[in-house]
């Protein structure tokens, strides 16, 4: 059973760029999470999503971030007019759809740089 | 609000030595307790969790951690550390009772293992 998968692992892009980071769940799971990590920092959670709906997207800045879990395919995380800010590892997390979802399995991250 | 604290940000021991990582959480009600590990390079790995029932947590790599209500505390310990344990080690918290069960991280310790 393959773990949560994270695409690109490493990500440049200048300034003014967008950045789309995508996230397949593992395999039975409904429920996906974006964190960030900034340097020296742990995980802020930024925007948990079930298929086709946010359910909480209180950790995401109000401009500029976006997320969506469509039907089918994988999570993306889309950062507009990306700033140098932005630079930070993002991390994805899954977990089953019903019942003890309380542990999360993270992905390897996409480490993002802004230049 | 919610929050983790992890007091120590960096701890440098011989191999070895004792180990025990302090956290304290802030959250009103009931709480599952996480220790989640990174190795460098490498993405977030659950070390143990707590949910309920017995207070002294066993997981795995010879970790254990001790959940104090009272003192809204959840220590994580080894008793003898080798130097592949060198990463570092993030508390973590969430609610079971949240449909949105996101999970709130401390900043993380940095441990560091001399050989």
């Known amino acids: 059973n393959a773990g949560v998968m994270q695409n690109p692992r490493h990500l440049v892009r200048r300034r003014g760029q967008e950045a789309r980071l995508r996230c397949s769940p593992m395999?039975?799971?409904?429920?996906v999470y974006w964190y960030r990590q900034l340097p020296e920092e742990g995980l802020k959670f930024m925007v948990y999503?079930?298929?086709?709906?946010?359910?909480?997207e209180s950790g995401m800045p109000k401009e500029r971030f976006s997320a969506e879990f469509p039907k089918e395919g994988p999570s993306i995380l889309r950062i507009q007019q990306v700033v140098r800010g932005d630079s930070a590892a993002y991390f994805c997390?899954?977990?089953?759809?019903?019942?003890?979802?309380?542990?999360?399995?993270f992905g390897p991250g996409t480490r993002l740089t802004v230049t | 609000a919610q929050s983790v604290s992890q007091h120590n940000h960096h701890v440098i021991l011989s191999e070895a030595a004792s180990l025990e990582l302090g956290c304290n959480y802030s959250?009103?009600?009931?709480?599952?307790l996480f220790w989640y590990v990174q190795y460098p390079g490498q993405h977030l790995q659950l070390l143990l969790k707590?949910?309920?029932?017995?207070?002294l947590v066993k997981g795995i790599k010879g970790f254990e951690a001790e959940f104090i209500k009272s003192k809204f505390s959840f220590n994580l310990r080894k008793p003898s550390v080798q130097w592949s344990d060198t990463a570092e080690y993030f508390c973590?918290?969430?609610?079971?009772?949240?449909?949105?069960?996101?999970?709130?991280f401390g900043s993380g310790t940095r441990l560091s293992i001399r050989p």
């Open positions: 997390a899954s977990s089953p759809p019903a019942g003890n979802s309380y542990e999360q399995y």
């Open positions: 973590a918290v969430n609610s079971p009772y949240s449909s949105a069960s996101k999970i709130i």
């Open positions: 999503l079930q298929k086709e709906n946010i359910i909480d």
């Open positions: 707590y949910f309920s029932g017995d207070p």
């Open positions: 395999k039975g799971h409904s429920h």
């Open positions: 959250y009103g009600g009931t709480v599952n």
